[in-house]
Every structure is written in structure tokens, then in C-alpha cells.
């Protein structure tokens, strides 16, 4: 039972170099959510769809790009990644947005340097 | 916009005592839900308690008990009997009942069970 699965685990970026964080559920989940982690900052929503083909700009959206062309995966991309950009990411989804619960994957460590 | 805000970022109790994590929130909505997430030093999101805004009754789910406090706006999370297993970082989190809204979390506060 996968649930939420994150590829990679963990990256070390130079800066300006770019790269794509994987998102895969196998729940049939409608809704998809990227969070970034930095301590004492709780999660912070990136962006967020509502279904396959849609996406939306969260709380912290700058420097970061987002596709939903399949309903099972959310990418994240960083495509010249900047030393502020470093920190855990976590992938998570939804049947519904309101009220429903959320299951995250185990988070993607990413260092840039 | 929304706000959570976890007041204690730290907290410590002993193996078998009880421990309450703070937690308000700001919303002019009445139809919301509330939720206590866990996260140990695997980093595992695992929810804990789940609170809809029009059920009265606090949510339970075995030591770990809410009190929810709508007209104070205030959603804290007691656990009982603390176990050196419910060392984690302790997220309060808040959506509403209405439109494509996604969670939003407090900074958190870290308990630390100490034997």
C-alpha cells in the first residue's frame, strides 16, 4: 500500500542549477499539495490542484513551478534554485480539499549550496 | 486569511502525566475543520484528531483528547498517560467548509516525553 511516495529522497543543488520532485498516489485522490518545512515555519503551502490539468498558487509559490498533467502525479519544479530554497518537501492529497483528511509522503530533503 | 497559531514551540512532560499543546486560530468562517497532526523525528505527517466546527462534542481517539472551544477560537490538544512514543513535533492545522481552501498549519510546538 504506497499511499504518497516522493522521489528524490534527498538532493544536493548547486545554485542556479534546477530540478523536478516527483509526487506519485495511488489513492485516486482529486486534490494534490506541495508543502516546503523549515523549522520554527511549520508547512507552507507552494501549490496546490484541484484535479488533473489545474493548478493554484499557495502561501510561498515564488521560484517554483507546478504540473498536474496526470491525475495520479504532482510534479515540483525549481528552475534555478537559490540557497533559500532549501529545505523539506512534502507531497501530499485529498479526495476533497474541505475538511478532508490530507496523507502526506515522507518528505524530500533538498540542500542548495 | 486563516492564521494558526501554536504558542508553546517547546514543551516538555514526564512518562504517564498529562500534557496540553495550545492552539488558536482566526477565521470569520463558521463551518471549518480542525486537526492536530504529528510528526516524529522520522518525519512522518501522521494525523492525530479531527474536530468538525458544528459537532459540540470534543474529539477523542484514545489518549489523546481535544478541547474545542469555538466562541474562544481555541483548539488545544491533551494527551494522556504520555508515552516516550508521542515524542514529536505537534502541528495545529485549519480548513474551512467552503471552496478549494488546502490546510493551513501552526509553527508547531516540539513535546518532548522524558522518562
Known amino acids: 500500500n504506497a499511499g504518497v511516495t516522493q522521489t528524490p529522497k534527498f538532493r544536493v543543488l548547486k545554485t542556479g542549477q534546477s530540478m523536478t520532485l516527483l509526487c506519485a498516489q495511488d489513492m485516486n485522490h482529486e486534490y494534490m499539495y506541495w508543502y516546503r518545512q523549515d523549522p520554527g515555519m511549520g508547512l507552507r503551502l507552494i501549490h496546490y490542484?484541484?484535479?488533473?490539468?489545474?493548478?493554484a498558487k499557495g502561501e510561498v509559490p515564488d521560484g517554483y513551478n507546478v504540473s498536474r498533467l496526470k491525475k495520479q502525479n504532482f510534479l515540483l519544479g525549481l528552475e534555478s534554485a537559490a540557497p533559500s530554497q532549501t529545505s523539506v518537501y512534502f507531497c501530499?492529497?485529498?479526495?476533497?480539499?474541505?475538511?478532508?483528511?490530507?496523507?502526506f509522503g515522507e518528505g524530500s530533503w533538498l540542500t542548495v549550496v | 486569511a486563516q492564521t494558526v497559531t501554536q504558542s508553546q514551540p517547546e514543551m516538555s512532560v514526564q512518562e504517564a502525566e498529562t500534557v496540553t499543546l495550545s492552539c488558536t486560530y482566526d477565521?470569520?468562517?463558521?463551518?471549518?475543520?480542525l486537526f492536530w497532526y504529528k510528526q516524529p523525528p522520522s518525519r512522518q505527517m501522521i494525523l492525530v484528531i479531527r474536530q468538525e466546527a458544528y459537532k459540540q462534542q470534543n474529539a477523542t481517539e484514545n489518549r489523546f483528547s481535544v478541547n474545542f472551544q469555538k466562541a474562544a477560537k481555541s483548539f488545544s490538544l491533551k494527551i494522556s498517560d504520555s508515552q516516550l512514543g508521542d515524542t514529536a513535533m505537534y502541528f495545529c492545522a485549519f480548513t474551512k467548509n467552503s471552496g478549494n481552501t488546502p490546510l493551513v498549519f501552526g509553527k508547531g510546538t516540539r513535546l518532548s516525553v522524558i522518562a
Open positions: 477565521t470569520s468562517e463558521n463551518n471549518y475543520y
Open positions: 490542484s484541484v484535479g488533473e490539468g489545474t493548478t
Open positions: 501530499a492529497s485529498s479526495y476533497f480539499v474541505s475538511g478532508n483528511t490530507i496523507y
